[in-house]
């Protein structure tokens, strides 16, 4: 059933804009934990491991951010790719997992930090997926590229001029 895979990256999808919105909500200061628990549905007996879960995000949040702040057109390289994107999916097809094969595995700090921050392109590498993912503004920025299992590709970027281009090899 081809709808099926679909429904359950859509699924998905949704899922994870809503944890990515409630925690971006956190660590900007505008809800405290108990309200973004509350908007995602976690219990109170879940609370206590959802804050942990949020603290950690929060530090690696601040540590980019403090690399981050006042740069512009930054240009990030990271292993794990960010949370939320086409390619951060788990890769458990075909497996004794294959209930996982739609979640997002990337980085929510990461994530949180690109959307914050002057970020013209971040570079992954730990996901199994091929995947580009264009950004909202005009230039198509933040331009989110991991090359994939063995990618290897070639990159130009300029950002004053608002170019972006790969080719993988």
């Known amino acids: ?16 804009d809503d944890l990515l919105n409630a925690c971006h909500r ?10 973004a628990a509350a908007s995602l549905g976690i219990t109170d007996g879940e609370t206590a491991a959802f804050r942990r879960g949020l603290d950690a995000i929060a530090a690696t ?7 981050l702040d006042g740069r512009s057109d930054a240009l990030l390289a990271t292993h794990v ?24 595995t990337g980085s929510i700090a990461l994530a949180l930090a690109v959307r914050d ?5 971040a570079f992954s590498g730990h996901s199994h997926a091929f995947g580009y993912d264009a950004g ?8 989110l590229l ?17 170019e972006f281009a790969f080719a993988r090899r």
């Open 136 to 143: 909202d503004e005009g230039d198509g920025r933040p331009h």
């Open 1 to 16: 059933d081809y709808a099926t895979p679909y429904r359950g990256a859509r699924i998905a999808d949704r899922i994870a």
């Open 146 to 162: 991991n090359l994939g299992f063995r990618g290897v590709g070639l990159v130009t970027v300029d950002p004053v001029r608002g």
């Open 117 to 121: 921050h002057d970020v013209f392109a």
């Open 81 to 104: 790719p960010p949370f939320g994107t086409s390619f951060d999916r788990h890769h458990a097809v075909g497996t004794r997992e294959t209930d996982r094969e739609h979640l997002h």
């Open 61 to 67: 949040y601040e540590r980019l951010s403090e690399r």
């Open 26 to 35: 956190v660590v900007r200061g505008s809800a405290s934990v108990g309200e």
